[in-house]
Protein backbone atom coordinates (compact mmCIF):
# COMPACT_ATOMS: atom_id res chain seq x y z
CA UNK A 1 0.00 0.00 0.00
CA UNK A 2 3.03 2.38 1.11
CA UNK A 3 5.01 1.55 -2.31
CA UNK A 4 1.48 2.17 -4.14
CA UNK A 5 0.97 5.27 -2.72
CA UNK A 6 4.34 6.45 -3.06
CA UNK A 7 4.57 5.43 -6.75
CA UNK A 8 1.47 7.75 -7.53
CA UNK A 9 3.12 10.70 -5.94
CA UNK A 10 6.28 10.51 -7.61
CA UNK A 11 4.37 11.06 -10.92
CA UNK A 12 1.88 13.69 -9.34
CA UNK A 13 4.15 16.35 -11.01
CA UNK A 14 5.51 14.75 -13.89
CA UNK A 15 8.07 17.42 -15.42
CA UNK A 16 10.25 17.20 -11.71
CA UNK A 17 10.22 13.21 -11.55
CA UNK A 18 11.02 13.25 -15.28
CA UNK A 19 14.18 15.77 -15.03
CA UNK A 20 14.99 13.53 -12.29
CA UNK A 21 15.17 10.36 -14.58
CA UNK A 22 16.63 11.99 -17.32
CA UNK A 23 19.63 13.24 -15.22
CA UNK A 24 20.35 9.68 -13.59
CA UNK A 25 19.53 7.96 -16.54
CA UNK A 26 21.97 9.93 -17.93
CA UNK A 27 25.00 9.23 -15.41
CA UNK A 28 24.37 5.07 -14.85
CA UNK A 29 24.15 5.05 -18.86
CA UNK A 30 27.44 6.55 -19.42
CA UNK A 31 28.74 4.82 -16.14
CA UNK A 32 27.71 1.51 -17.74
CA UNK A 33 29.28 2.07 -21.12
CA UNK A 34 32.75 2.65 -19.37
CA UNK A 35 32.48 -0.34 -17.51
CA UNK A 36 31.29 -2.66 -20.20
CA UNK A 37 33.99 -0.52 -22.59
CA UNK A 38 37.04 -0.98 -20.32
CA UNK A 39 36.08 -4.88 -19.19
CA UNK A 40 35.76 -6.33 -23.22
CA UNK A 41 37.95 -3.58 -24.23
CA UNK A 42 40.91 -5.06 -22.01
CA UNK A 43 39.85 -8.72 -22.20
CA UNK A 44 40.03 -7.94 -26.32
CA UNK A 45 43.19 -7.07 -26.36
CA UNK A 46 44.76 -9.20 -23.55
CA UNK A 47 43.40 -12.31 -25.19
CA UNK A 48 45.16 -11.24 -28.49
CA UNK A 49 48.90 -10.98 -26.77
CA UNK A 50 48.37 -13.59 -24.87
CA UNK A 51 51.74 -15.96 -25.76
CA UNK A 52 53.20 -13.29 -27.72
CA UNK A 53 56.53 -11.88 -25.75
CA UNK A 54 57.90 -9.83 -28.35
CA UNK A 55 57.13 -8.92 -31.92
CA UNK A 56 59.95 -8.51 -34.57
CA UNK A 57 59.74 -6.12 -37.45
CA UNK A 58 60.35 -3.13 -39.55
CA UNK A 59 61.65 -0.15 -37.36
CA UNK A 60 59.51 2.93 -36.39
CA UNK A 61 56.59 3.16 -33.83
CA UNK A 62 56.65 0.18 -31.36
CA UNK A 63 53.17 0.79 -31.09
CA UNK A 64 52.35 0.66 -34.78
CA UNK A 65 54.23 -2.40 -35.12
CA UNK A 66 51.89 -4.34 -32.16
CA UNK A 67 48.73 -2.65 -33.33
CA UNK A 68 49.24 -4.13 -36.80
CA UNK A 69 50.67 -7.37 -36.66
CA UNK A 70 48.96 -8.80 -33.24
CA UNK A 71 45.67 -6.60 -33.39
CA UNK A 72 45.84 -6.32 -37.40
CA UNK A 73 44.28 -2.38 -36.72
CA UNK A 74 47.10 -0.50 -38.32
CA UNK A 75 49.96 0.06 -41.30
CA UNK A 76 52.75 -2.16 -41.03
CA UNK A 77 55.61 -0.18 -40.36
CA UNK A 78 57.62 -1.95 -43.17
CA UNK A 79 59.13 -4.91 -44.01
CA UNK A 80 62.08 -6.94 -42.77
CA UNK A 81 64.74 -9.62 -44.61
CA UNK A 82 63.22 -12.97 -44.35
CA UNK A 83 66.75 -14.67 -43.78
CA UNK A 84 67.62 -12.56 -41.44
CA UNK A 85 64.60 -12.92 -39.14
CA UNK A 86 64.64 -16.69 -39.11
CA UNK A 87 68.42 -16.64 -37.90
CA UNK A 88 66.62 -15.18 -34.77
CA UNK A 89 63.33 -17.11 -35.12
CA UNK A 90 66.06 -20.44 -34.65
CA UNK A 91 67.51 -19.36 -31.55
CA UNK A 92 67.71 -21.48 -29.08
CA UNK A 93 65.80 -19.03 -26.70
CA UNK A 94 62.89 -18.96 -28.70
CA UNK A 95 60.18 -21.23 -27.84
CA UNK A 96 57.44 -20.26 -31.17
CA UNK A 97 58.18 -18.02 -33.73
CA UNK A 98 54.78 -17.27 -35.73
CA UNK A 99 56.09 -15.53 -39.36
CA UNK A 100 53.60 -13.29 -41.17
CA UNK A 101 53.37 -11.66 -44.41
CA UNK A 102 50.77 -8.90 -45.48
CA UNK A 103 50.22 -7.39 -48.92
CA UNK A 104 46.47 -7.99 -49.65
CA UNK A 105 43.11 -7.98 -48.58
CA UNK A 106 39.89 -9.49 -49.87
CA UNK A 107 36.83 -6.73 -48.96
CA UNK A 108 38.93 -4.92 -46.07
CA UNK A 109 40.03 -7.83 -44.64
CA UNK A 110 43.49 -8.77 -44.68
CA UNK A 111 44.93 -11.80 -46.40
CA UNK A 112 47.52 -12.90 -43.84
CA UNK A 113 50.30 -14.93 -45.10
CA UNK A 114 51.66 -17.34 -42.10
CA UNK A 115 51.99 -21.06 -41.08
CA UNK A 116 49.26 -23.43 -39.22
CA UNK A 117 51.13 -21.94 -36.02
CA UNK A 118 48.94 -18.69 -36.22
CA UNK A 119 45.99 -20.81 -35.77
CA UNK A 120 46.77 -23.20 -33.54
CA UNK A 121 48.36 -19.84 -31.31
CA UNK A 122 44.31 -18.74 -31.38
CA UNK A 123 43.39 -21.68 -30.70
CA UNK A 124 41.33 -21.77 -34.23
CA UNK A 125 39.51 -25.12 -35.15
CA UNK A 126 39.18 -26.08 -38.72
CA UNK A 127 35.02 -26.55 -38.45
CA UNK A 128 34.84 -27.24 -42.28
CA UNK A 129 37.30 -28.51 -44.57
CA UNK A 130 41.13 -28.09 -44.13
CA UNK A 131 43.99 -26.03 -43.50
CA UNK A 132 46.09 -24.24 -46.31
CA UNK A 133 48.64 -26.79 -48.08
CA UNK A 134 49.06 -25.34 -51.71
CA UNK A 135 49.78 -21.87 -53.05
CA UNK A 136 46.53 -19.52 -52.67
CA UNK A 137 44.57 -22.36 -50.19
CA UNK A 138 43.06 -19.82 -48.14
CA UNK A 139 42.02 -20.87 -44.28
CA UNK A 140 38.83 -17.91 -43.33
CA UNK A 141 38.40 -16.56 -40.05
CA UNK A 142 34.41 -17.23 -38.74
CA UNK A 143 33.53 -14.06 -39.05
CA UNK A 144 34.84 -12.95 -42.67
CA UNK A 145 32.88 -16.41 -44.04
CA UNK A 146 29.60 -15.23 -42.12
CA UNK A 147 30.14 -11.44 -43.39
CA UNK A 148 31.15 -12.36 -46.63
CA UNK A 149 29.05 -15.46 -47.38
CA UNK A 150 32.35 -17.94 -48.26
CA UNK A 151 32.17 -21.55 -48.38
CA UNK A 152 34.75 -24.37 -48.97
CA UNK A 153 35.95 -24.52 -52.82
CA UNK A 154 34.72 -20.73 -53.58
CA UNK A 155 37.15 -18.19 -55.28
CA UNK A 156 37.68 -14.67 -54.79
CA UNK A 157 40.42 -12.43 -56.00
CA UNK A 158 42.27 -10.56 -53.74
CA UNK A 159 43.20 -6.20 -53.62
CA UNK A 160 46.34 -4.60 -52.92
CA UNK A 161 47.35 -3.32 -49.77
CA UNK A 162 44.63 -2.58 -46.83
CA UNK A 163 42.08 -1.07 -48.89
CA UNK A 164 38.86 -2.58 -50.08
CA UNK A 165 39.62 0.21 -53.40
CA UNK A 166 42.77 -1.07 -53.93
CA UNK A 167 44.13 -2.48 -57.22
CA UNK A 168 42.35 -6.19 -58.17
CA UNK A 169 44.90 -9.07 -58.38
CA UNK A 170 43.00 -10.92 -61.53
CA UNK A 171 45.64 -13.45 -62.61
CA UNK A 172 45.82 -15.47 -59.34
CA UNK A 173 42.62 -16.38 -57.68
CA UNK A 174 42.56 -17.79 -53.69
CA UNK A 175 40.51 -21.05 -53.06
CA UNK A 176 38.68 -21.39 -49.99
CA UNK A 177 40.12 -24.98 -48.13
CA UNK A 178 38.79 -24.54 -44.55
CA UNK A 179 36.50 -22.26 -42.47
CA UNK A 180 38.07 -21.64 -39.38
CA UNK A 181 35.88 -22.18 -35.81
CA UNK A 182 34.80 -18.94 -34.11
CA UNK A 183 37.88 -17.44 -31.11
CA UNK A 184 36.38 -13.77 -30.18
CA UNK A 185 40.00 -12.77 -31.00
CA UNK A 186 41.45 -10.94 -34.29
CA UNK A 187 42.09 -14.27 -36.24
CA UNK A 188 37.81 -14.20 -36.63
CA UNK A 189 38.85 -11.20 -39.00
CA UNK A 190 41.47 -12.87 -40.94
CA UNK A 191 42.11 -14.61 -44.43
CA UNK A 192 45.26 -16.83 -43.76
CA UNK A 193 47.18 -18.46 -46.38
CA UNK A 194 51.13 -19.98 -46.47
CA UNK A 195 53.59 -16.73 -46.95
CA UNK A 196 54.48 -18.54 -50.57
CA UNK A 197 51.15 -17.38 -51.76
CA UNK A 198 52.10 -13.54 -50.65
CA UNK A 199 55.52 -13.83 -52.24
CA UNK A 200 54.34 -15.53 -55.46
CA UNK A 201 51.01 -12.61 -55.79
CA UNK A 202 53.61 -10.07 -55.72
CA UNK A 203 56.77 -11.53 -57.32
CA UNK A 204 54.03 -12.06 -60.70
CA UNK A 205 53.20 -8.61 -60.66
CA UNK A 206 57.52 -7.86 -60.31
CA UNK A 207 57.90 -10.92 -63.31
CA UNK A 208 55.20 -8.93 -65.48
CA UNK A 209 56.74 -5.71 -65.10
CA UNK A 210 60.09 -6.97 -66.52
CA UNK A 211 58.43 -9.09 -69.16
CA UNK A 212 56.56 -5.52 -70.59
CA UNK A 213 60.06 -4.14 -70.66
CA UNK A 214 61.63 -6.93 -72.62
CA UNK A 215 59.09 -7.08 -74.97
CA UNK A 216 59.84 -3.27 -76.25
CA UNK A 217 63.01 -4.82 -77.63
CA UNK A 218 62.56 -8.22 -78.41
CA UNK A 219 58.65 -8.54 -79.24
CA UNK A 220 59.48 -11.57 -81.56
CA UNK A 221 61.63 -13.82 -78.71
CA UNK A 222 59.06 -12.84 -76.25
CA UNK A 223 55.90 -13.65 -78.20
CA UNK A 224 57.47 -17.08 -78.78
CA UNK A 225 58.54 -17.90 -75.54
CA UNK A 226 55.03 -16.75 -73.71
CA UNK A 227 52.42 -17.86 -76.45
CA UNK A 228 50.83 -19.99 -74.10
CA UNK A 229 50.67 -17.72 -71.71
CA UNK A 230 49.78 -15.08 -73.70
CA UNK A 231 47.22 -17.07 -75.17
CA UNK A 232 45.29 -17.58 -71.32
CA UNK A 233 46.00 -14.06 -70.57
CA UNK A 234 43.97 -12.89 -73.44
CA UNK A 235 41.44 -15.79 -72.75
CA UNK A 236 40.79 -13.92 -69.52
CA UNK A 237 40.60 -10.71 -70.72
CA UNK A 238 37.95 -11.92 -73.10
CA UNK A 239 35.96 -13.00 -70.18
CA UNK A 240 36.17 -10.05 -68.51
CA UNK A 241 34.81 -8.23 -71.54
CA UNK A 242 32.39 -10.88 -72.03
CA UNK A 243 30.74 -10.18 -68.62
CA UNK A 244 31.74 -13.55 -67.23
CA UNK A 245 31.80 -13.84 -63.64
CA UNK A 246 35.75 -13.90 -61.57
CA UNK A 247 34.18 -17.40 -60.68
CA UNK A 248 34.76 -18.56 -64.16
CA UNK A 249 38.11 -16.53 -64.53
CA UNK A 250 38.98 -18.09 -61.41
CA UNK A 251 38.30 -21.52 -62.04
CA UNK A 252 40.62 -21.33 -65.02
CA UNK A 253 42.94 -20.04 -63.32
CA UNK A 254 43.27 -21.74 -60.11
CA UNK A 255 44.61 -25.03 -62.08
CA UNK A 256 47.51 -22.71 -63.63
CA UNK A 257 48.06 -21.63 -60.11
CA UNK A 258 48.92 -24.74 -57.98
CA UNK A 259 51.68 -26.25 -59.94
CA UNK A 260 53.39 -25.71 -56.67
CA UNK A 261 56.40 -23.82 -57.81
CA UNK A 262 58.66 -23.49 -54.98
CA UNK A 263 60.19 -19.93 -54.40
CA UNK A 264 63.36 -19.39 -53.51
CA UNK A 265 63.92 -17.50 -49.88
CA UNK A 266 66.67 -15.53 -51.06
CA UNK A 267 65.96 -11.74 -51.14
CA UNK A 268 62.48 -12.34 -49.59
CA UNK A 269 60.51 -10.06 -47.09
CA UNK A 270 58.15 -10.58 -44.26
CA UNK A 271 56.05 -7.88 -42.40
CA UNK A 272 56.92 -9.53 -38.97
CA UNK A 273 57.39 -12.17 -36.53
CA UNK A 274 55.69 -12.71 -33.28
CA UNK A 275 58.13 -14.47 -30.64
CA UNK A 276 57.12 -16.54 -27.91
CA UNK A 277 60.77 -17.33 -25.43
CA UNK A 278 61.47 -19.96 -23.31
CA UNK A 279 62.20 -18.20 -20.39
CA UNK A 280 61.75 -14.44 -19.31
CA UNK A 281 65.46 -13.44 -20.18
CA UNK A 282 64.77 -13.02 -24.08
CA UNK A 283 62.21 -10.34 -23.16
CA UNK A 284 64.46 -8.37 -21.19
CA UNK A 285 67.75 -8.84 -23.51
CA UNK A 286 66.35 -9.23 -26.73
CA UNK A 287 65.24 -5.39 -27.76
CA UNK A 288 68.57 -4.12 -27.54
CA UNK A 289 70.65 -6.95 -28.99
CA UNK A 290 67.67 -6.47 -32.19
CA UNK A 291 68.23 -2.97 -32.27
CA UNK A 292 71.67 -2.88 -32.21
CA UNK A 293 72.33 -5.96 -34.19
CA UNK A 294 69.99 -5.45 -37.26
CA UNK A 295 67.81 -3.05 -39.04
CA UNK A 296 64.26 -4.28 -37.26
CA UNK A 297 63.11 -3.88 -33.67
CA UNK A 298 61.73 -5.89 -31.00
CA UNK A 299 58.57 -4.36 -29.45
CA UNK A 300 56.65 -5.80 -26.89
CA UNK A 301 52.95 -6.38 -26.51
CA UNK A 302 52.79 -5.97 -23.09
CA UNK A 303 54.62 -2.75 -22.61
CA UNK A 304 52.96 -1.05 -25.59
CA UNK A 305 49.15 -2.23 -24.70
CA UNK A 306 49.82 -1.01 -21.02
CA UNK A 307 51.14 2.52 -22.88
CA UNK A 308 48.11 2.45 -24.51
CA UNK A 309 45.64 2.03 -21.80
CA UNK A 310 47.36 4.80 -19.98
CA UNK A 311 46.58 7.22 -22.72
CA UNK A 312 42.63 6.17 -22.90
CA UNK A 313 42.44 5.56 -19.28
CA UNK A 314 42.52 9.32 -18.92
CA UNK A 315 40.14 10.17 -20.80
CA UNK A 316 37.88 7.18 -19.63
CA UNK A 317 38.37 9.18 -15.96
CA UNK A 318 37.57 12.52 -17.56
CA UNK A 319 34.27 10.92 -18.26
CA UNK A 320 33.70 8.85 -15.49
CA UNK A 321 34.04 11.97 -13.38
CA UNK A 322 31.51 13.49 -15.84
CA UNK A 323 29.09 10.96 -14.93
CA UNK A 324 29.32 11.27 -11.29
CA UNK A 325 29.14 14.77 -11.75
CA UNK A 326 25.70 14.32 -13.29
CA UNK A 327 25.00 11.81 -10.73
CA UNK A 328 25.22 14.07 -8.39
CA UNK A 329 23.24 16.53 -9.91
CA UNK A 330 20.52 14.01 -9.67
CA UNK A 331 20.25 13.07 -6.40
CA UNK A 332 20.16 17.02 -5.89
CA UNK A 333 17.37 17.02 -8.13
CA UNK A 334 15.51 13.94 -6.28
CA UNK A 335 16.09 15.90 -2.90
CA UNK A 336 14.98 19.76 -4.06
CA UNK A 337 11.72 17.54 -5.58
CA UNK A 338 10.98 15.70 -2.57
CA UNK A 339 11.75 19.04 -0.14
CA UNK A 340 9.31 20.80 -2.71
CA UNK A 341 6.63 18.53 -2.59
CA UNK A 342 7.26 17.74 1.18
CA UNK A 343 5.83 21.53 1.72
CA UNK A 344 2.75 21.12 -0.48
CA UNK A 345 1.92 17.76 1.49
CA UNK A 346 2.21 17.96 5.00
CA UNK A 347 -1.69 18.25 5.37
CA UNK A 348 -1.72 15.21 3.78
CA UNK A 349 0.99 13.66 5.54
CA UNK A 350 -0.89 14.77 8.81
CA UNK A 351 -4.08 13.30 7.55
CA UNK A 352 -2.63 9.63 6.87
CA UNK A 353 -1.82 10.35 11.03
CA UNK A 354 -4.67 11.03 12.07
CA UNK A 355 -6.06 7.80 10.02
CA UNK A 356 -3.57 5.35 11.61
CA UNK A 357 -0.50 5.65 9.82
CA UNK A 358 2.60 5.39 12.44
CA UNK A 359 5.88 7.72 12.07
CA UNK A 360 7.52 4.80 10.63
CA UNK A 361 5.36 4.51 8.04
CA UNK A 362 5.80 8.15 6.70
CA UNK A 363 9.32 8.06 7.06
CA UNK A 364 9.30 4.84 4.54
CA UNK A 365 6.75 6.46 2.46
CA UNK A 366 9.06 9.53 1.65
CA UNK A 367 12.26 6.83 1.36
CA UNK A 368 10.14 5.00 -1.35
CA UNK A 369 9.28 7.45 -3.43
CA UNK A 370 13.15 8.80 -3.83
CA UNK A 371 14.41 4.67 -3.92
CA UNK A 372 11.63 3.86 -7.03
CA UNK A 373 13.30 7.22 -8.90
CA UNK A 374 16.68 5.65 -8.56
CA UNK A 375 15.49 2.00 -9.58
CA UNK A 376 13.84 3.64 -12.60
CA UNK A 377 16.86 5.67 -13.48
CA UNK A 378 19.03 2.93 -12.89
CA UNK A 379 16.79 0.49 -14.91
CA UNK A 380 16.57 3.13 -17.69
CA UNK A 381 20.52 3.84 -17.55
CA UNK A 382 21.39 0.45 -18.50
CA UNK A 383 19.38 0.07 -21.35
CA UNK A 384 20.53 3.06 -22.55
CA UNK A 385 24.47 2.13 -22.02
CA UNK A 386 24.03 -1.06 -24.15
CA UNK A 387 21.67 0.75 -26.51
CA UNK A 388 25.33 3.00 -26.64
CA UNK A 389 27.48 0.34 -26.98
CA UNK A 390 25.76 -2.02 -29.88
CA UNK A 391 25.95 1.32 -31.94
CA UNK A 392 29.65 1.66 -30.77
CA UNK A 393 30.11 -1.97 -31.85
CA UNK A 394 28.52 -1.50 -34.97
CA UNK A 395 31.09 1.06 -35.86
CA UNK A 396 34.09 -0.27 -34.43
CA UNK A 397 33.11 -3.58 -36.25
CA UNK A 398 32.85 -2.12 -39.57
CA UNK A 399 36.28 -0.06 -39.10
CA UNK A 400 38.20 -2.11 -37.17
CA UNK A 401 37.11 -5.56 -37.30
CA UNK A 402 36.59 -5.73 -33.60
CA UNK A 403 33.01 -5.94 -31.60
CA UNK A 404 31.51 -5.49 -28.38
CA UNK A 405 28.74 -7.63 -26.32
CA UNK A 406 26.07 -5.33 -24.93
CA UNK A 407 24.25 -8.15 -23.38
CA UNK A 408 27.36 -8.86 -21.51
CA UNK A 409 26.74 -8.14 -17.42
CA UNK A 410 29.88 -7.30 -15.09
CA UNK A 411 28.11 -8.20 -12.22
CA UNK A 412 30.73 -6.41 -9.70
CA UNK A 413 31.01 -3.42 -11.07
CA UNK A 414 27.13 -2.74 -11.98
CA UNK A 415 26.50 -4.31 -8.22
CA UNK A 416 28.64 -1.28 -6.93
CA UNK A 417 26.64 1.34 -9.03
CA UNK A 418 23.26 -0.22 -8.35
CA UNK A 419 24.26 0.49 -4.53
CA UNK A 420 25.97 3.89 -4.86
CA UNK A 421 22.38 4.82 -7.02
CA UNK A 422 20.33 3.46 -4.21
CA UNK A 423 22.57 5.64 -1.68
CA UNK A 424 22.54 9.05 -3.56
CA UNK A 425 18.43 8.08 -3.36
CA UNK A 426 18.58 7.37 0.27
CA UNK A 427 21.42 10.59 1.01
CA UNK A 428 18.67 12.45 -1.00
CA UNK A 429 15.53 11.17 0.57
CA UNK A 430 16.82 11.94 4.56
CA UNK A 431 16.04 15.19 5.08
CA UNK A 432 12.85 15.05 4.06
CA UNK A 433 12.24 11.59 5.48
CA UNK A 434 13.02 13.08 9.06
CA UNK A 435 10.78 16.20 8.52
CA UNK A 436 8.17 13.59 7.70
CA UNK A 437 8.62 12.06 10.46
CA UNK A 438 8.81 14.88 13.12
CA UNK A 439 5.62 16.50 12.23
CA UNK A 440 3.35 18.18 14.57
CA UNK A 441 -0.39 16.82 13.54
CA UNK A 442 -2.44 19.25 16.18
CA UNK A 443 -0.17 22.25 14.71
CA UNK A 444 -0.05 21.16 10.80
CA UNK A 445 -4.14 21.11 10.84
CA UNK A 446 -4.82 23.59 13.50
CA UNK A 447 -2.86 26.05 10.91
CA UNK A 448 -4.43 23.90 7.84
Known sequence: MITKIAWKNIWFKPLNTALSIILLTASVAIITLLILLEEQFEKKFSDNIDGIDLVLGAQGSPLQLILSSVYQVDAPT??????????????????TAIPLAFGDNYRGFRIVGTTHDYLTKYGAKITDGKPFEKNFDVVVGSAVAEKMKLKVGDKFFGSHGDSAEGE?????????????????????????????????????????????????????????HD???????????????????????ATTEHGHDHKEVQISEEGKEITAVLV??????????WPRLIAQNTKMQAASPAIEINR???????????????????????????????????????????????NGASRLQLLSLV?????????TG?????????IALSLISGSSEDEFKMSFNPFEFVWEKEGYLFLL???VGILAAVIPAVKAYGLNISKTLANA
Do not use: P
Not at 228 to 249: F, L, M, R, S, T
Open 78 to 95: GNIDYTEAKKWMKNRMVE
Open 308 to 354: LFTLFGIGLDALQYLAYGIMLISGISIFIALYNTLKERKYEFALLRV
Open 421 to 423: TIF
Open 276 to 285: KFRSKMGIVT
Open 367 to 375: LIESLLLCV
Open 378 to 386: FIFGTIVGR
Open 227 to 249: QHDHAAEEGVEHHDEDGHDHDAV
Open 168 to 224: LHEDHAYIVTGIASSTGKVVDNLILSNIQSVWAMHDHEHAEGEEGHDHEGTAEEAHD
